[in-house]
């Protein structure tokens, strides 16, 4: 009876570690979706996020309603220089 109370307890702590290994695995991949999308400084959504959200999302939403759609973009190129 001993065994068997050990054998189950160490299957619930190999259980509950992988369960925290995946979590950790879904944690990360949505931290890396999400500093893909948005800009690191200022967290505002960058041109990739832009041209795959924008057309399908936006524009067909707009088609659909018979509205209008008015985007503006702009991008800095250029760095901060040192003086």
Not at 6 to 21: C, E, I, K, P, Y
Not at 34 to 40: G, L, Q
Not at 53 to 62: F, K, N, Q, T, V
């Amino acid at each position: 009876m001993v065994m068997l109370l050990v054998l189950a307890n160490l299957f619930g702590v190999a259980a509950a570690r992988r369960s925290a290994h995946l979590w950790r695995g879904q944690f990360r991949t949505r931290q890396i979706l999400t500093m893909s999308v948005r800009d690191a400084l200022t967290g505002a959504f960058n041109r990739r996020h832009l041209n795959a959200g924008l057309p399908d999302g936006e524009i067909g939403r707009a088609r659909d309603r018979a509205h209008q759609v008015r985007a503006c973009a702009w991008e800095a190129t250029e760095t901060a220089r040192a003086a």
